[in-house]
């Protein structure tokens, strides 16, 4: 075992006795340590919980004859850093917890791992510390948050979304501020991620398609008994995991990343995707690059309309089947790998023999998908001639090709403040650039302008582009990721006010209406502007990570 590295032998007696200073007996010590990362705080919905998921792995592992060992990692929830400074350091989070989980796994000398996420970056950055180890491993997350109910309105749902969008609605009097606050108290009804198809949800039913979580992982809610039942049956498969050496890169293999890419598109998961599921491919050493996302994206139909773009919710997709039922949808066109292993030990399809859909409204059938591509579509042009990203099935078909006037915005801060003062008019194209992962630096999600354009009924007339992200909870034509980020001389620091941008996503293009010629020379004219955060963490993350086409990753 690996952890005999630091437990077996005449020279690890002071290694034993500090075994003992915990507590751990000598029966305990010998069996296979199991590291457990738990990503519990209090500060996230989604990880409010965690340590009642963790007591139950802790007592899987028991049962099937190991010794689990807890240890955390940190976690930002995105919706309270959302619209200020703190933003900036979500996405450079990711790379500080698979790094804490390394050090971690390697200073222990774990024999495997069970790690325990749930929201947005504390997914990925696990993915990425299982990847780069190749230690036994596998995932439980803390599950869904149950959707609300609208106060005046019983049978429709709500979530977070709903809250950010009404405030668009409040800024122009479309709704009041008591409004307000009752959908505020009712959207979050319970723990766990937030209730749509937003980035957590989406990186956990990836778990499941990547093959690194069991049935369940991405859709069980975060309040139902299932939960804890499965931290069990994860606790006693880790040790099968051990026992057997199966590890992560026999699992994130190149058939599994397109699984979980096909399971992506027709699930029409958050763009955030597409810069996490690079960034783990990358630590197994393999390649994802963006024309793979948008062949794939062609012939992948998009069968379940999950909130924002849609009304239902994860708990929806749990009772139809979750995530498993959708490979099985999607393996019956040859869309899936079936012979990729998976951390039950069985392949795919074992795993989905006897799934069944059991809503064909929530997962519908290849034959009546809501749109025949799938969920993301990747443009590009001499906009982004590195490539771009926007949520198709969120767009509405009056924005899926559009002429506009660019209104150029330096910062999230003043483009929202423009919004919400009435400055836009029908038609624009919204520009917000330096907010890449350099220029941001930490590339900012901009929930906050894209919901305010919701609640004010704009998105059928008004884009937003940016070398920014968005939420998963973005609907809209809202166009994120251009490449090369304007921080890196890329066209987008040099469009000025009122230039013609044209954005055709069938077509898969972003162009700026101006001569070639015209843009090399403001290109040359181009300087950089100062970085808007010089020391500590985000400072060295700026001078590292690479562009958002290739997965915003730190080199």
């Known amino acids: 075992m690996k952890s005999d590295n630091m437990k077996k032998g005449l020279e690890r007696a002071p290694h034993r006795s500090l075994f003992k200073a915990m507590g751990y007996t000598d029966a305990e010590r010998d069996r296979p340590i199991i590291g457990i990362a738990n990503s519990a705080n209090e500060i996230i919905p989604g990880h409010i919980h965690l340590d009642r998921i963790v007591e139950g792995v802790k007592a899987g592992i028991y049962m099937a004859g190991g010794t689990p060992i807890e240890f955390s990692t940190i976690g930002i929830c995105d919706g309270i850093a959302m619209n200020h400074m703190g933003m900036k350091y979500s996405l450079g989070s990711r790379e500080l917890i698979a790094d804490s989980v390394e050090v971690m796994a390697i200073a222990q000398a774990f024999d495997g ?43 429709k749902k709500i979530d977070l979304i709903s809250v950010f969008e009404a405030v668009g609605a409040v800024s122009v009097g479309a709704m009041s501020e008591d409004e307000l606050d009752a959908i505020e108290k009712a959207a979050c009804p319970t723990c766990g991620s937030c209730a749509g198809m937003f980035t957590a949800n989406s990186m956990n039913c990836l778990t499941e398609a990547v093959g690194m979580g069991i049935k369940g992982n991405g859709t069980v809610p975060a309040v139902m008994s299932e939960r804890i039942r499965m931290a069990k049956r994860v606790g006693m498969q880790i040790m099968d995991l051990v026992e057997k050496q199966i590890t992560p890169r026999q699992i994130m293999t190149d058939k599994a990343f397109q699984n979980s890419l096909a399971v992506d598109m027709a699930l029409g998961c958050s763009t955030n995707t597409v810069l996490h599921l690079p960034a783990i491919a990358h630590e197994a050493g393999i390649k994802i690059d963006l024309n793979m996302i948008n062949e794939i994206s062609e012939k992948t139909p998009h069968l379940c309309s999950l909130s924002p773009g849609g009304p239902h919710h994860l708990e929806d997709l749990n009772s139809a089947g979750g995530v498993q039922a959708v490979i099985k949808e999607l393996s019956q066109a040859g869309l899936i790998n079936d012979d990729a292993m998976t951390v039950t030990g069985k392949t795919v399809g074992e795993n989905i023999k006897t799934i069944e859909v059991l809503d064909n409204e929530v997962i519908r059938p290849l034959n009546n998908p809501h749109h025949k591509e799938g969920g993301l579509a990747v443009l590009f042009g001499n906009l982004a001639p590195d490539g771009c990203v926007v949520k198709q099935s969120a767009v509405r078909d009056e924005m899926m090709r559009h002429e506009g006037p660019a209104r150029i915005f330096e910062s999230e801060e003043d483009a929202t403040a423009a919004i919400m003062a009435g400055k836009i008019n029908k038609g624009d194209v919204i520009v917000v650039r330096y907010e890449g992962p350099m220029g941001g630096p930490g590339m900012r999600e901009m929930l906050t302008p894209t919901s305010v354009i919701a609640g004010m009924k704009l998105d059928a007339d008004v884009a937003l582009i940016t070398d920014g992200r968005f939420s998963g909870g973005t609907r809209g034509a809202a166009i994120g990721h251009v490449s090369p980020e304007a921080m890196q001389k890329g066209p987008i620091a040099i469009i000025e006010e009122n230039d013609i941008i044209a954005i055709d996503i069938p077509g898969k293009k972003l162009s700026l209406k101006v001569d070639e010629k015209e843009i090399n020379a403001r290109l040359e004219k181009w300087k950089p502007p100062f970085l808007k955060i010089t020391e500590g963490y985000m400072a060295r993350y700026s001078r590292m990570v690479s562009s958002a086409s290739e997965g915003a990753i730190v080199k």
Not at 133 to 151: E, K, N, T
């Open 113 to 155: 791992l069970v790690l325990v996420p749930n929201c947005d970056k504390i997914v990925p950055g696990m993915l990425m510390a299982a990847a780069r180890l190749d230690l036994p491993s596998i995932f439980i997350s803390g599950g869904p948050m149950l959707a609300g109910r609208h106060p005046k309105d019983r049978t």
